[in-house]
């Protein structure tokens, strides 16, 4: 919002300079963006008059000026601008002057441009004429008939006055960021009670009252409103208009407010939006047909022609203005080429009316047209501000002499809005803020900001204008009164409570988990949660699987983003074959993040959420157990012991030899007293060449995923004391020749079970496939650690122990021992 410091006096007594205001204004909760001095830049610019135009002897395109500045005198000028005439007055920069540029288009210099007297072809000039940019107004202030040529001022000033004191163009011009909660401040009035607040003044509102001739609004217009995104609409008449210029009072207010003045007619509604904050429109009445204004949507692929001269098509969920057979206007956006105020209009409908924001919002955006009406409407505005500014507009119309003002007004308004009352306490403003202040003080605060106070003793039922819409509970009573006070003012306290903060255990075992897949040389990548259902047709997904339970997005960007996950590997898959189509030799990946699945048992519930992790490896050296050891590894940090790796050979995604699923044991309680069961925890193996193929993975690839939930029920990250051992170990190797199809973890099963309690650790650490085992036959070679908690162990106790290790493989397996 931007706020001229002088227009805003017009509304409060402002004592302050404008950086003391803008001080005050910062520490009551305002946010200012920047600060601006106007009209302070020019030097010996003064008022002048053309008395004689004479023709250049030298160039046909410029002319001699011949202008009374005050002085003795006249001065001559020489001017290539087509606009001047005799009996102009003009902004003159006499010699030794300077004005804030630029000139002939050419890039705005610091410290501006110094004017001197010179020669233009061979005649004297004492200084030159201005325009509106070269006194430093931007292009889309200058005034539609100033656009071209010298500034030519409406009026008669003092001659050799100064230029910028005259037109009182000194002023300081402050930008504020409003908040989307505090569209009244979108507004000078909005502006002014904070302002007011602030420095302890009253609010002084603009006058409305029209002296009005006889005869009623309603017998020229009729209103009605057939949709319920239109809340109020008020319509006042104005015949005999002379549409012209505005005063250039007026003119000045718009121009430092940022907008180009018009007419006198558009001028007096931009007027009264920045006023007021409510937008105003203005329709000639002969193009309204039926004299007869309804509030309805459009119709679909309807064609509508706004001010600006561009077709636009409509839809259905627009909110148009009509009249008995056409749209006549987009409703809070802009109006119609077909109502538009021409020099020759006599009577107008002046409408002031409240539109639903969203309605708004959406129409603009749909419509890309975003207007300074639509930027207010979006927000949110009071409907009570309508006949208000509507009043205020046909005052303003009748103060300068643009029109005569109807009596009476049409106000359509099904269901006013009401203030409402919100409760504070005394005793809780103080606690929360940490200050002591009487509710006295507190009451004058809100009375600053024009609020209605009641209530005895610790209680205060406060009231504010339909206006504050931001004001809905205790708490921002409390934010009112600690900004007023003085944000500055507040005293630095300790808060008070229980300071321990700690991590739910969920993310300690997150965490946890990172640091682990991290060390194992893992990088953690993060995808989209929105997928497209053809993921687990890629990974081979069961028609009938839990994984194609789908949350669908009601209004997805498309296909690819039309389901919420339900597994993490089709997503580790593409981040894979994307590496490997960059070139990258090898790739360690893993991800932690969320799975969503339909509520199988009521549909019409929540969907399901669940924390997943998927590990995705290739490259060289990457195989089937490099993948295992790291998911050990991972669980074994996570304090999840007793592992086991369930062959699988019916699961789509993965090569079926090369598969299993991943379970721990857990013991419970059953009939017959404890029982182990076990507990699954995920999936890991091979991807299947087929798979692998169709995310453009030319290698072989490794993929886990596991249920992150359970993982977390069944870790223990509790570290347990355990004394460095005492006695010295003995390491054993064993190289066994078994079937193709024997898992690894049933042979460990036998070894363990055999070793008993001095077998201490039992490695992998090598398997081998060839001609010297034979065909289905594959070799795998343990380390076996042995070592005695009381003693040390001697080669006959570790023999003896090693022997029946071997001697019960080969009666449970059938293993044959080969030699390392």
């Not at 679909?300 to 077709?311: A, I, P, S």
């Not at 053809?534 to 789908?550: C, L, Q, T, Y």
């Not at 993975?697 to 596991?706: D, F, K, M, V």
């Amino acid at each position: 919002m931007i706020v001229s410091l002088e227009w805003l006096k017009d509304y409060t007594d402002i004592k302050a300079d404008p950086q003391e205001f803008c001080d005050r204004m910062i520490m009551s909760g305002s946010n200012l963006e920047t600060m601006e001095n106007v009209g302070s830049d020019m030097e010996k610019v003064v008022v002048g008059k053309i008395v004689k135009i004479e023709k250049h002897p030298d160039a046909d395109k410029l002319v001699v000026c011949r202008l009374d500045v005050g002085q003795e005198e006249p001065v001559q000028i020489v001017t290539g601008a087509t606009n001047v005439f005799e009996g102009a007055y003009v902004p003159v920069a006499l010699s030794g002057s300077r004005i804030p540029g630029p000139l002939h288009g050419q890039p705005k210099k610091e410290g501006g441009v110094k004017i001197e007297a010179g020669k233009l072809r061979g005649v004297k000039s004492d200084g030159m004429l201005c325009s509106f940019g070269e006194l430093g107004f931007t292009d889309k202030v200058v005034p539609v008939n100033q656009r071209d040529g010298i500034w030519i001022l409406n009026g008669e000033y003092p001659l050799g006055a100064d230029f910028a004191e005259a037109l009182e163009l000194k002023d300081s011009v402050i930008d504020f960021e409003i908040t989307p909660n505090r569209p009244d401040c979108l507004s000078m009035v909005g502006m002014a009670r904070e302002a007011a607040a602030t420095f302890g003044e009253k609010v002084k509102h603009p006058e409305n009252e029209c002296k009005a001739e006889e005869g009623q609004a309603s017998d020229y217009v009729s209103v009605e409103i057939k949709s319920d995104l239109c809340k109020r609409y008020v319509a006042r008449i104005v015949k005999d208009v002379k549409v012209c210029d505005s005063p250039w009072w007026l003119q000045r207010r718009l121009i430092h407010a940022g907008m180009r003045p018009i007419n006198n007619i558009v001028d007096v509604t931009n007027f009264v939006m920045l006023e007021y904050g409510q937008p105003i429109h203005a329709f000639d009445i002969n193009s309204v047909e039926g004299r007869k204004i309804v509030v309805d949507t459009a119709e679909d692929g309807e064609k509508f022609t706004t001010l600006d001269g561009t077709e636009r098509t409509l839809d259905d969920k627009m909110l148009m203005i009509h009249d008995a057979e056409k749209s006549i206007a987009v409703a809070g956006v802009m109006g119609g080429l077909n109502s538009e105020i021409e020099n020759d209009t006599q009577t107008i409908i002046v409408e002031s009316a409240n539109f639903l924001g969203n309605s708004v919002r959406t129409t603009a955006k749909r419509l890309g047209l975003r207007t300074e009406a639509s930027a207010r409407y979006e927000k949110g505005i009071d409907p009570n501000l309508c006949q208000d500014a509507a009043d205020r507009v046909c005052y303003l119309i009748e103060l300068i002499g643009a029109g005569t003002v109807v009596g009476g007004r049409v106000d359509v308004y099904p269901t006013p809005e009401e203030p409402r009352t919100v409760k504070g306490r005394v005793s809780r403003i103080n606690k929360v803020l940490g200050i002591e202040i009487s509710r006295e003080q507190m009451v004058s605060y809100f009375e600053s900001l024009e609020m209605n106070v009641s209530g005895e003793g610790d209680d205060l039922y406060v009231t504010p204008p339909t206006v504050r819409q931001d004001i809905e509970m205790e708490e921002d009573l409390i934010e009112e009164v600690a900004r007023l006070y003085g944000y500055d003012k507040l005293p630095v306290t300790i808060p008070k409570g229980n300071n321990e903060a700690s991590q739910s255990y969920e993310r300690d075992v997150k965490d946890l988990a990172r640091d682990t897949m991290c060390a194992l040389g893992a990088n953690e990548i993060q995808t989209y949660s929105f997928v497209s259902p053809k993921g687990v047709d890629n990974i081979r997904i069961d028609e009938d699987s839990w994984e194609r339970a789908f949350v669908k997005i009601l209004n997805p960007l498309g296909e690819d983003t039309s389901v919420m996950r339900t597994v993490l590997t089709p997503a580790m898959l593409e981040v894979m074959g994307r590496n490997y189509s960059r070139n990258r030799e090898a790739v360690r990946a893993f991800e932690i993040g969320n799975t969503f699945m339909v509520n199988l048992l009521d549909e019409k519930e929540l969907p399901t959420e669940s924390d997943a992790m998927s590990i995705g490896f290739y490259g060289p050296g990457e195989d089937f157990f490099t993948l295992k050891g790291a998911v050990e590894e991972l669980l074994l940090k996570l304090g999840i012991r007793d592992l086991e790796f369930i062959p699988e050979k019916e699961y789509g995604t993965y090569h079926p030899g090369r598969c299993a699923r991943i379970a721990t044991k857990e013991m419970h309680y059953g009939p017959e007293g404890p029982e182990e069961e076990l507990v699954e925890l995920g999936i890991m193996g091979e991807v299947h060449p087929d798979v692998a193929e169709k995310y453009g993975i030319g290698t072989r690839c490794y993929a886990a995923e596991l249920m992150m939930g359970v993982v977390t029920e069944m870790a223990n990250l509790e570290k347990a004391y355990s004394p460095l051992p005492k006695y010295p170990a003995t390491s054993r190797d064993i190289a066994l020749v078994v079937d193709e199809s024997m898992a690894v973890g049933d042979i460990e099963k036998v070894i363990a079970s055999a070793g008993g309690k001095i077998l201490k650790n039992i490695k992998l650490f090598d398997v081998y496939r060839g001609p010297q085992v034979g065909e289905n036959k594959k070799s795998v070679a343990f380390a076996l650690t042995y070592r005695h908690d009381d003693r040390t162990l001697t080669d006959e106790d570790v023999n003896k122990v090693h022997d029946k290790i071997l001697k019960t493989l080969k009666e449970k397996l059938d293993v044959t021992l080969r030699d390392i």
